[in-house]
Nanobody, 121 residues
Framework: QVQLVESGGGLVQAGGSLRLSCAPSGSIISMDAPAWYRQSPGEQRELVALSTNGGETKYADSVKGRFIISRDNAKNTVYLEMSSLKPEDTAVYYC???????????????WGQGTQVTVSS
């Protein structure tokens, strides 16, 4: 069964940078509307950034100017470049996308397992 797999999380000092990657674990037909969410302990999951199929990108106000979402359609991979990281960016980051896996099945929502990002002060 296809899953979304994230990588690239870790521990970084404030002001540093990290790049997260997300890709399906197997072959798919298409990936639509990929996005990154994050969740801190005791908080609700929040949208960080999304990429529309029309090429638009949208960001949470808290990360504008610091994070960049991008996608490589040939590799069905979505990235989140994070710079000028702050301790308040510490969270588990989740990848989301709508995947069309096989022609005879409908497009479905998929979530990654999450990757921890910790920013130390």
């Amino acid at each position: 069964q296809v899953q979304l797999v994230e990588s690239g999380g870790g521990l970084v000092q404030a002001g540093g940078s990290l790049r997260l990657s997300c890709a399906p674990s197997g072959s798919i037909i298409s990936m639509d509307a990929p996005a990154w969410y994050r969740q801190s302990p005791g908080e609700q999951r929040e949208l960080v950034a999304l990429s529309t199929n029309g090429g638009e990108t949208k960001y949470a106000d808290s990360v504008k100017g610091r994070f960049i979402i991008s996608r490589d359609n040939a590799k069905n991979t979505v990235y989140l470049e994070m710079s000028s990281l702050k301790p308040e960016d510490t969270a588990v980051y989740y990848c989301y996308a709508r995947l069309w896996v096989v022609w005879y099945a409908p497009v479905k929502d998929y979530w990654g397992q999450g990757t921890q990002v910790t920013v130390s002060s």
